[in-house]
């Protein structure tokens, strides 16, 4: 089915730092529509998976994602590119507790690490691509697990677990919510590449150009609506990128070969 | 009582009337309606039944009965406790399905039966339950209702909001021959003992049935209740032409009620004789035994 | 009927007949349990100690933050709805499953092993899948929560209320059976009544497992209060994620009280 | 005992007696479900129509990946000895709970109120913060899975229970009351014989649910074959998905038939 | 039988003497022990009682009966369905919560006593009810044995696995004594109407009562059982001194077995007397009502 006409449908999937999006997206939406001229529906998805095959059964016109998501997207459907969003402080990193025993990454070696949550660019690809471009092989060199980030704080401060992988922005919060203990980061990876617009094959050129220009113009009015909370100010200095290339996105594909998943990289050489 | 066979009364239609309305009021006595062509002399055979609960190796219950009751006939079934009474009666609409032997009903082999040949045939068969085994959690009024499953279908006889109103005074009028209008709209786990053994009744008459297999119908009533049960039937034998089985521990009742009475032993036909000249003393013997189990 | 004496009239035997394949599955589970207590290394040592850090996380979550009561309501009403509709759907599905699939009531042993299948199918296929099918058929939003919602609905309650059918006194039954009631009049008239309060407290328990465990919302796009309940523990708002709970917690007591009363007007 | 005639004998009402306020309730509660289907929006129009979609969802998982079917079986068992531990720890604290929370046993009304409550509060807490709790008591791994999995059990089962005990068959239990029996001896010899039918059904779906939702032993660092099934489809391995659904179906199957086995001897 | 006060005879010890081994063989006969001092000469006093089923505005079921109920006396509670018999019955261990007026029983008022004292107080009573109320599920065996729940403790009494040896035999000999020792091992509901009702009156001998109440305990029995349990409970009361308060719809049981005749007529005692000259017609008028219900 042809989307129709007036309606545009929008997803968000696991955009890092967007959580707030998810649980407020009112403002955005009403945003979005005045801007375009477009009724909009919108539709927080907690699962890449649900956003894939909503995207490529023609139920859903736009998906605005992370990068490892986009590469799903890209190798399993011929999902076209609108914009890029760049923020600062968009990389990984390792951390340990700063009293701890770790002090460098060698001495990680052999034992547990944690990562937030399965497939996601900033706290499970990004980590683990930091710990390979120092030397450490993934599942090897020390035991991976997958464990959320509640949970593997509490555990890294019992001992359990020696390191949790994760982006900036979640350090800050795990320092705030943990007073008490100090944290420090044995490993950064490098900034992660752009989170990304994407639309559906079947949206039509007309549309397609709208909402592009519309994110390229006014980009900064619909960032401002996602982070009316005072607590999300943080997110705030983000850019909508017009040129984004599927290349840049290779350095994606190589962190899900490092963590043993090459069926993604079929796309890296088209 | 197998001398009275001249005097029993047969409805002019295969149907029986209407229970409802004044017909309902029966005036004793001999009535000058026939028996149907199609009803056959013999409405119960039953041949070499043998019945175990579980498989081969369990021991039988009933070791090969045979019996056979005419027409508008009232057998009284006697027999020590566990000798097998319940047993025999349930295998005869099939509620247990027997090991071995026959059994035919109203003309009909109940063994070869398929379903929908054999829920016509019980709906025709009113059975009182010794354990009454009423729908506790209804009304008193919707179990009487449940008696015309059979005829009225599912959904207009499973409860009396939905019964149609035909249906609801006939069952009032069921109720009325065992005197409990009054807990029409009783739930039925609030009665007496008395009490749910009289709504089972109702409930079988509801069916109008042709035969009626009553499994200690009076136990737990009083005895004025007990008697005027016992003449209910015996008024629906006279007017309907009713065949009527019975198994009680009340001789008294057996005797007078019963054109017949059958003895079980652990099993076996014992004893099958009128009850014309029979006393109670004549029976004591039955119940005389150390295997009684 | 005189008293015979001493101890030896055959007192039965204290365990009953045991078949030897049943003695060895009984003495294979026991041993499996006992292998698998082992294994997992449970010790009451491990368990007390953990004081300290869990007043920590209790203080973390003390007090509520009320700050944000209004839309988590909000959220919480449409989860319920949500809630509501599918295990409204549900139940309606699983009531002649259920039948389909009781040992009693089924017309046919084999149509009752493929129903039993059939329901366990559903149950066993996890909510993410089940989401990805409704996503592809109706699109992202309520409508596909609510049918995931439903599936979950007939995998629980058809197999629960089956069970209680087949639990049910025979009695009644066989009554209905003498009088040629057919299998839908011995239904309504002597197994639905008994089971009656058995369904409410199925019924309603798969409301309130519908909303507390609304995730599966979340993932087809739903919304729903489990997103909102994720996002507070992503960002360790302890007491925010607190605030949810109670409110969840209250609504799952309203439930509760809603099927008591329900119960005792017909139990 | 003579037959009154004519339709005038006071016919019970159709619908026996409703309060304006039962009535109000089931107004309202009637309203509100269809103004929640309303709001939810499903149309037949909708569901029908994904068939394509479907069918390429279906072929993607088909044939089932077999590649990985050791590491998935191990995982599988050591999932199902975790729940089985976690089960039998969960049944072991709902039989005694479930006593203080059923409405004939409690020895108080109050006692009664506490302890649904706590049950309830059992279930709505979620798994992710159990799993918090039970990580900073006992640390990660298979101890605070069983842990979290025994919650789980308790929430469910004790609730279960405790209703099957309210809607035992009076006459057993006044019998041993009136024989002088105490509140465990009538538990023990009036109501667990009539109950235990439902307590094996609700205590091996309980099982069963602990393997089937097996992703809370993942949130605890305890693996299982929650998180293989997770991984797989968050990498889009349907195949492999597919081949691990199959796996625990299989088990569930087998489950369902103990359940239906032991049943079967006691019913 | 209050004639034959004279020759009731009373266990030496405040206990009652072990019912297993070759002691429980009781020969009939008067036996020389004495009543124990601490015995009330008034067993049961039942004063104004009324009982509701639900709240105030309910209709009363027993409207104010009163009753006095003399050591080792055998009590008839006669009435048609409905009347209250078993309602009564089933206030006096407190079964059922009178809503006003007062019970007594064994000189100890049941109204006041608290939890434990009830229990104590109950396990001296056996009960027969009139719907037997056995645990189905279990076996014949540890249904008896249940009757030693007053003095054995809930888990040595619960099952017939867990049963000490002595209680297992103290079992069977109550089985014995309603000659259903070869069914011990049967589920309690594979049996037929007389039988489950003797498993419950084994269940109450086990209890070595001083009251047996008993409703309607020989309804389902056939004739000769019937009368070899009411010789049962008569022996008991020579041979132990209980004291018998049953209810029954046999006349000739009420006036053969019974001390005492009590008629209850919708909740109202409207007969109280002794039996001695009495005959069956003198008690018809009990059971002539247009308002049994
Ligand atoms: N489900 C069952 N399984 C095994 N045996 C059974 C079952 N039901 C009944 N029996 C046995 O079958 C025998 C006959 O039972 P039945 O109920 O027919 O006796 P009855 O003649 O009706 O006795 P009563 O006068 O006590 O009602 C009894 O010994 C009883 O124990
Ligand atoms: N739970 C209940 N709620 C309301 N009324 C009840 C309840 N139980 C019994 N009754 C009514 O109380 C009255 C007395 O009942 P009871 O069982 O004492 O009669 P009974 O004298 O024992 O009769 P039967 O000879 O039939 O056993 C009956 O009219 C009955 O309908
Ligand atoms: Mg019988
Ligand atoms: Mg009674």
Redesign the interface.
């Known amino acids: 089915a042809a989307s129709a006409a007036e309606t545009i449908r929008f997803a968000v999937t696991d955009v890092e730092g967007l959580e707030a999006l998810q649980t407020e997206f009112g403002p955005f939406r009403d945003k979005l529509s005045a801007l375009t001229g477009y009724d909009v529906e919108f539709f927080p998805v907690n699962s890449r998976t649900a956003a894939v095959e909503a995207l490529s059964s023609e139920h859903i016109d736009f998906v605005l994602t992370g990068p490892a998501e986009y590469v799903v997207f890209k190798s399993r459907t011929d999902a076209k590119v609108v914009v890029g969003w760049q923020r600062p402080d968009y990389f990984a990193q390792i951390v340990v507790m700063a009293d701890g025993p770790i002090k460098t990454v060698e001495d990680l070696r052999g034992k547990k690490v944690s990562f937030g949550s399965v497939g996601s660019t900033s706290q499970h690809l990004g980590p683990a691509q930091a710990l390979a471009d120092m030397g450490l092989v993934y599942n090897k060199d020390y035991a991976p697990q997958i464990i959320s980030r509640n949970v593997a704080v509490e555990a890294m401060i019992r001992g359990d677990l020696q390191a949790v992988g994760m982006n900036f922005g979640h350090l800050n919060i795990i320092r705030k919510a943990f007073p008490d203990h100090a944290f420090t980061v044995v490993a950064r990876g490098r900034d992660l590449p752009n989170d990304i617009l994407i639309a559906g094959k079947h949206v039509s050129a007309e549309m397609f150009d709208k909402i592009r220009t519309t994110f390229i113009e006014h980009g900064k009015d619909l960032m401002a609506q996602v982070v009316k909370g005072d607590d999300n100010k943080k997110y705030l200095g983000g850019h909508f990128l017009a040129t984004i290339e599927d290349k840049d996105y290779n350095y994606v594909r190589s962190m899900y070969s490092t963590i043993g998943v090459d069926k993604f990289n079929s796309f890296v050489g088209n | 009582m197998s001398e009275s066979t001249a005097t029993r009364s047969r409805p002019v239609e295969p149907g029986i009337p209407e229970a409802?309305?004044?017909e309902?009021?029966?005036i004793p006595g001999p009535v000058v309606t026939e028996v149907p062509a199609d009803r056959p002399a013999t409405v119960c055979a039953v041949d070499r039944l043998v019945l175990r609960?579980g498989g081969r190796g369990s021991p039988a219950i009933l070791k090969g009965v045979s019996l056979v009751i005419a027409d508008g006939e009232a057998v009284a079934v006697l027999?020590?406790?566990?000798a097998g009474?319940?047993?025999l009666l349930?295998c005869l609409?099939r509620?247990l399905e027997p090991s071995e032997g026959s059994v035919s009903l109203l003309g009909e082999d109940v063994m070869s039966l398929r379903r929908a040949g054999l829920?016509?045939?019980?709906?025709?068969?009113g059975?009182v339950?010794?354990?009454?085994?009423?729908?506790?959690?209804?009304?008193v009024?919707?179990n009487v209702i449940?008696?015309a499953?059979?005829r009225a279908?599912?959904?207009r006889?499973?409860?009396?909001?939905l019964a149609p109103?035909e249906l609801?005074?006939e069952a009032?009028?069921c109720l009325?021959?065992?005197?409990?209008?009054?807990?029409?709209?009783r739930r039925a786990d609030?009665?007496?003992?008395?009490?749910s053994q009289?709504v089972?009744i109702a409930?079988a008459l509801m069916?109008r049935p042709e035969i009626m297999i009553a499994d200690?119908p009076v136990?737990?009533?009083?005895?004025?209740?007990?008697e005027?049960?016992m003449d209910?039937f015996a008024r629906l034998m006279r007017e309907r032409g009713i065949t009527l089985i019975f198994t009680s521990?009340h001789?008294k009742h057996a005797l007078a009620y019963g054109d017949r009475v059958v003895a079980l032993k652990a099993g076996l036909v014992v004893e099958d004789k009128p009850t014309a000249r029979l006393r109670e003393q004549d029976l004591?013997w039955i119940?005389?035994s150390n295997d009684?189990? | 009927m005189t008293a015979t004496t001493g101890p030896d009239h055959g007192v039965p035997h204290r365990m009953g007949k045991i078949t030897p394949l049943a003695f060895a599955l009984t003495v294979g589970a026991a041993a499996f349990v006992l292998v698998s207590f082992n294994h997992v290394g449970l010790s009451w040592e491990k368990i007390l100690g953990g004081g300290p850090g869990l007043a920590r996380l209790v203080s973390q979550m003390f007090p509520p933050d009320l700050s944000r009561l209004t839309p988590v309501l909000v959220s919480l009403l449409e989860t319920f709805q949500m809630a509501v509709v599918g295990t409204v759907l549900g139940i309606a599905f699983s009531l002649p499953l259920a039948v389909m699939a009781s040992a009693k009531h089924a017309p046919h042993p084999l149509l009752r092993i493929g129903f039993r299948g059939l329901i366990a199918f559903f149950r066993t296929v996890p909510d993410l899948i089940w989401a990805l099918v409704f996503v592809i058929a109706v699109g992202l939003g309520p409508a596909a929560g609510t049918l995931a919602i439903m599936i979950d609905t007939i995998g629980f309650c058809a197999r629960f209320f089956a069970e209680a059918m087949e639990e049910a006194d025979d009695g009644p039954q066989e009554a209905l059976t003498a009088m040629g009631a057919g299998r839908t009049g011995i239904l309504f008239s002597a197994v639905y009544p008994q089971v009656i309060p058995s369904f409410i407290a199925t019924g309603l328990f798969a409301l309130e497992k519908a909303t507390r465990s609304s995730v599966v919302l979340g993932l087809v796009g739903a919304g729903g209060i489990g997103i909102e309940l994720k996002v507070a523990m992503d960002f360790f708002s302890y007491d925010l994620a607190c605030m949810i709970i109670i409110s969840i917690f209250i609504l799952v007591l309203m439930v509760e009280q809603a099927s008591g009363w329900l119960r005792a007007r017909v139990l």
């Open positions: 409802s309305g004044v309902c009021n029966f609960f027999g020590s406790n566990g009474k319940s047993t349930r609409p509620l829920r016509r045939l019980r709906s025709r068969i059975f339950f010794q354990r009454h085994n009423l729908s506790t959690r209804l009304s009024l919707s449940h008696g499953h059979g279908g599912a959904l006889a499973c409860h009396q909001a109103q609801r005074e009032m009028d009325a021959q065992v005197s409990l209008t009054d807990l029409a709209g609030q009665l007496s003992g008395g009490q009289r089972a409930r069916q200690e136990a737990s009533l009083d005895p004025s209740s007990a005027e049960v209910l521990h001789l004591d119940y005389d009684r189990t």
